[in-house]
T-cell receptor
């Protein structure tokens, strides 16, 4: 069964460093998302991406964040200068055609900023 | 504004008991979509079900059943004859007409003891 994959599973970085979180969505999916979950809290939307551009972003997704689909398979989230409060689990999700509303999530990348 | 409320923070049951997880939502959209996701201890988010606002039929899938009631803005989830493997955090989520971002509730942690 096709699934969303994410690398790395755990990333430790120092405050102020740049990180890139990588995702490979399900191959025939058209819509891509990033969410984050601070430990013990609810899952929060960051950004959605369709047709090579951002379709919606949340207040959390400020200028420090960017997304890219550099080729036909990868979808990346970059945080330019990490802060302690960026420590969280980051989930990538994808969904198929317009008529399909289910979002399928990857296993997540745990980002720890020290 | 859209909102999902899961008032039950944590529920503990003994194996074979039935358990119902409550979800109440708020939205001004006339067409919307409701979801349940399971987050086991390993951390991934597993899609369980989607329900469209125009389809109020209840659904059963094995030991799982869902009760959607527009009149009370609720989308409750029942596990019949619970098992230890059902232990997880369960999230209810909502998306609307003009946005496909998922708005998550705070989750209900279900612990099933043998």
């Amino acid at each position: 069964e096709p699934e969303v994959t994410q690398t790395p599973s755990h990333q430790v970085t120092q405050m102020g460093q740049e990180v890139i979180l990588r995702c490979v969505p399900i191959s025939n999916h058209l819509y891509f998302y990033w969410y984050r979950q601070i430990l013990g809290q609810k899952v929060e939307f960051l950004v959605s991406f369709y047709n090579n551009e951002i379709s919606e972003k949340s207040e959390i997704f400020d200028d420090q964040f960017s997304v890219e689909r550099p080729d036909g398979s990868n979808f990346t989230l970059k945080i330019r200068s990490t802060k302690l409060e960026d420590s969280a689990m980051y989930f990538c999700a994808s969904r198929g055609p317009v008529s399909s509303y289910e979002q399928y999530f990857g296993p997540g990348t745990r980002l720890t900023v020290t | 504004a859209q909102k999902v409320t899961q008032a039950q923070t944590e529920i503990s049951v003994v194996e074979k008991e039935d358990v119902t997880l409550d979800c109440v939502y708020e939205t001004r959209d006339t067409t919307y979509y409701l979801f349940w996701y399971k987050q086991p201890p390993s951390g991934e988010l597993v899609f369980l079900i989607r329900r469209n606002s125009f389809d109020e039929q209840n659904e059963i899938s094995g030991r799982y059943s869902w009760n959607f009631q527009k009149s009370t803005s609720s989308f409750n989830f029942t596990i019949t004859a619970s098992q230890v493997v059902d232990s997880a955090v369960y999230f209810c989520a909502l998306s609307g007409t003009n946005t496909d971002k998922l708005i998550f509730g705070t989750g209900t942690r279900l612990q099933v003891f043998p």
